[in-house]
């Protein structure tokens, strides 16, 4: 596999030479400051693209081309937008750059309600706790029946929780759920924006009547109407899978299990419409066995991403050290470099892989970083998953 990380862009206080001492050979990024929706031209991936060069680096793959909300509801600018999309895309297989994340989420990227959370060593981990997020979703966003979408046992626990929540309690509940997590992702809300709850209301609200099927059937759409495009320039689409893989606010959500995967695959039979298999997303949901995804959908993912959570009953999960967790990251670079030695028999391209969210360690928490992309956490992951992949290829040498 490939040994690609998330970099920021030319503002990221990781360097692109302080990467390539630690064993990075391909960067995963976007251009940021382009607003949603907006074309990516020629000039502007070319003028990334030399700058990464420049360095030894090559950019192996897109993370995110952003897909708007109005192509998910399929609001009247659908295909307005779709038809910029596809001009992105033409820009990015004339510049070399074919392998494109995108996700189909309505409203919400990843979703944490806890950044740091502590572990007894000293280091911390984002965090996703069940009563917290449905505290959010009744309290502060009081959302129209949510009750409804919650156990009675987690309900009661809310309205216990709402004795003690002081304004500062809800304060961090937001910035964490809809606020940090969002906006450095090309997400709805940014840091700054001023009523982020109103705004966000607001965006719930263009979802009104959309359930699974419709949100499928547009999913659909969208794909469809870009495979020519990808087929002409022979770029690999790869979906982010939903992280948490559950529905949440109301919001339909269409990749979270293995079913969900075989549908979006099969509804567009084609290589080119693919997966980003993210261990860290599926692992968060017991439903999933994911060294059997891996197993099944290895030929058509383009992309990995390596990390592990660890679920903890009723909804709430951690961040595992990629090491552990339920994820099997030790299986997955079996799997994944099997499948890139199969593809490279046939003189396909190698895998990209890049470690996801790594714990806050040695002063990453105070180092102003995008939470879940620390440097010292994040490189330690590499070196651990470094390790994997030597092991791996070792044993397959032996084995052949
Ligand atoms: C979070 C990320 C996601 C991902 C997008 C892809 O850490 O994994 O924000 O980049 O969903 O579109």
């Not at 990075?24 to 700058?51: C, F, Q, R, S």
């Not at 997020?133 to 929780?161: C, H, Q, S, T, W």
């Not at 910035?175 to 450095?184: L, M, R």
């Amino acid at each position: 596999m490939e040994k690609t990380w998330r970099w920021f862009g030319k503002k990221d206080k990781i360097t692109l030479p302080m990467l390539r001492q630690i064993g990075v050979e391909g960067l995963v990024t976007a251009l940021h400051d382009i607003p949603n929706g907006e074309i990516w031209t020629e000039e502007a991936i070319m003028d990334l693209k030399d700058y990464i060069e420049s360095y030894g680096l090559r950019w192996s793959v897109v993370e995110s081309l952003p897909v708007c909300e109005a192509i998910k509801y399929a609001g009247p600018e659908r295909d307005h937008l779709i038809e910029n999309y596809i001009i992105s895309l033409e820009n990015l297989g004339k510049c070399g750059i074919k392998t494109i994340c995108y996700n189909f989420m309505p409203v919400l990227d990843w979703a944490r309600t806890d950044l740091k959370h502590p572990w007894p060593d000293g280091s911390t981990s984002l965090f996703f706790d069940y009563a917290n997020f449905a505290y959010f979703d009744i309290k502060i966003l009081e959302r129209e029946g949510a009750e409804k979408d919650f156990p009675a046992e987690i309900v009661a626990k809310v309205n216990e929780m709402d004795k003690t929540m002081t304004a500062e309690d809800r304060h961090k509940l937001v910035e964490n759920i809809i606020v940090k997590t969002q906006g450095f992702v090309n997400g709805n809300i940014s840091e700054g924006d001023k009523e982020p709850i109103k705004k966000f209301k607001g965006l719930l609200e263009l979802y009104r009547g959309i359930d699974k099927e419709t949100l499928r059937e547009n999913m659909k759409y969208f794909l469809n109407a870009i495979m020519p495009v990808c087929e002409k320039w022979d770029i690999n689409m790869c979906v982010h899978p939903d992280d948490p893989p559950m529905e949440v606010l109301g919001l339909p959500r269409i990749v979270r299990t293995d079913e969900d995967i075989e549908w979006f695959l099969s509804a567009v039979d084609n290589p080119h419409n693919g997966l980003t298999f993210c261990a860290g997303s599926l692992s968060a949901g017991e439903q999933n066995d994911v060294v059997a995804m891996a197993h099944k959908y290895a030929s058509r993912t383009h992309f990995i991403h390596l990390r592990s959570c660890q679920t903890l009953g009723g909804g709430n999960f951690i961040e595992a050290p990629h090491w552990g967790g339920r994820a099997h990251l030790v299986e997955l670079c079996r799997i994944f470099t099997e499948e890139e030695r199969r593809r490279n028999a046939n003189g396909g391209i190698g895998l990209p892989m890049r470690v996801d969210h790594g714990k806050d360690i040695l002063g990453d928490a105070d180092g102003g970083y995008n939470p879940g992309y620390g440097f010292y956490g994040r490189m330690l992951a590499l070196g651990q998953v470094t390790g994997m992949m030597a092991a791996v290829e070792d044993e397959l040498a032996n084995k052949n």
